[in-house]
Each structure stands twice: as C-alpha cells, then as structure tokens.
C-alpha cells in the first residue's frame, strides 16, 4: 500500500514537472513572440519615421518650388503688362519677350526689370531690332561683344544676343564695382575711356534707362522691395560684388 502511494506521488510529480516545463516553454516561446513583434514594430515605426519626414522634407521643396513659381509668375505678369503698354508687339511676342528676360536675368543673376528697361531704351522691345552699326536684337549688342561673350550661339537670333548683352552688363558691373551708373554708360559708350568722357558721352543714354526703369518701378511695392527704387540699387540681383 505504501509502495503504490508512493508511484502515485512520483507520477503525479512527475506529470506536475511536465506541466510546469510545458508552460514555461510556452511563456518562453510567448515573451519571444512579443519581443519579435516589438522588434518589428520598432523597425516599422523608425521606418515610417522616415518616411514622414523625407514626405514633410519634399513638402518644403514643393513649397518653395511654389512660392519661387508663383514669384516668377507675378514678375512675368508685370514685365508682360508693361511692354505691351509700351511696345507695338503683339501679344504672343510680348510673352516670349517676357520669359526670355526673367530667364536670361535669373540665369546671369541680374534684376529682371532692368533688363526691361534696358530692352525698351535699346529695341522699343522689338526683338529683332537691327541698329545703325549692326547692334542687334532687343538689347542692341555689337558683333564684336558678342563674339566676346559667346562661345557659341547665333548673332542673328535675338534670344542669344539677349544673353550675350546679358552676360556684358556683368561683366561691366563687375568691372566698375557694382556702379550701374558706370556700366550702363559703358554698355551704350564702351567702357574703354576715363571715367570723365564715359559720363559725357554715356549720360543721356543713362538717364534714359532711369526714366524707364522709374516706369516700370513706379506703384510697384513688390519691385521696389526686392530690387531697389532706385536705378542705383538695380543692377544685381542680391549677390556681392567682392
């Protein structure tokens, strides 16, 4: 009788170890499952973490792309009303006149409304403008300037001769230290002279491009924000001359 009570309580300890070991397996097996699912959606929420922020860093782009689109346009609309006022154009011309400036001043880093004010003194905005010496296109530039400034493109065709007088006033404004007085009196003169005879010579040429650029300024807060008032303060587009 005691041997068979016996056999019971090893069995019975027995199948209690068994137990116990099954669910101890099972918590183990378990809290590995946990840990598994918290790894993973650790992973995943550092992974859409950066997801979220590579979306909010494109939306920023997208903002600014917007804001620049939505500037360029209120500029082309301006610059486009403006010569069609001033100008015999038509309008399909006046837009491409339009947009071949603003890109040709962004593009060179110059204000866009003194490349319109140069235009009208130069060309009347007519694109295909031919002058008493041969200056051509809608700012007037001579052959040899433009062979100067070109590596390539075509004299005949007004959008290049635009970039070549573009890239001359740079040029000249780099030359006289940032003084759009002095540049635009050796852009019409030549810039080879004393400063005395350049003024005599370039002064009325100057003083119409001021008369034009106030035009084109006048009751405009925004042009007058970011480009300047005055002709002085209009010739480069934010940038340092040092």
């Not at 390539?152 to 065709?157: L, P, R, V």
Request: hydrophobic share 40%; aromatic share 12%; net charge positive.
């Amino acid at each position: 009788m005691m041997m068979k009570m016996i056999e019971e309580k090893n069995e019975l300890q027995k199948q209690l170890f068994q137990t116990m070991l099954s669910f101890c397996l099972t918590i183990f097996v378990a809290l590995g499952c946990f840990a598994s699912y918290i790894i993973n959606t650790e992973k995943k929420l550092h992974s859409l973490t950066e997801r979220m922020e590579a979306i909010e860093s494109a939306l920023t782009r997208l903002t600014d792309e917007l804001e620049v689109v939505h500037e360029v346009f209120y500029e082309a609309q301006k610059i486009k009303d403006h010569i069609q006022k001033r100008s015999r154009i038509s309008a399909q011309q006046a837009t491409e006149v339009t947009y071949a400036i603003l890109h040709c001043a962004y593009q060179n880093k110059l204000n866009p409304f003194l490349l319109v004010a140069i235009a009208e003194t130069e060309s009347s905005f007519y694109p295909h403008a031919v002058g008493r010496v041969g200056e051509r296109g809608l700012v007037q530039v001579r052959y040899g300037t433009f062979k100067m400034m070109m590596k390539e493109g075509d004299f005949y065709h007004w959008r290049d001769t635009l970039q070549a007088g573009a890239k001359y006033l740079v040029y000249l404004l780099r030359r006289f230290n940032g003084n759009i007085v002095l540049a635009l009196a050796g852009y019409n003169a030549g810039p080879n002279r004393t400063r005395e005879r350049l003024m005599q010579i370039g002064a009325p040429y100057v003083k119409k491009v001021e008369t034009n650029y106030a035009r084109i300024v006048r009751n405009n807060h925004y042009v007058q924000m970011v480009y300047g008032q005055s002709l002085t303060a209009a010739g480069w587009a934010g940038e340092s001359w040092a």
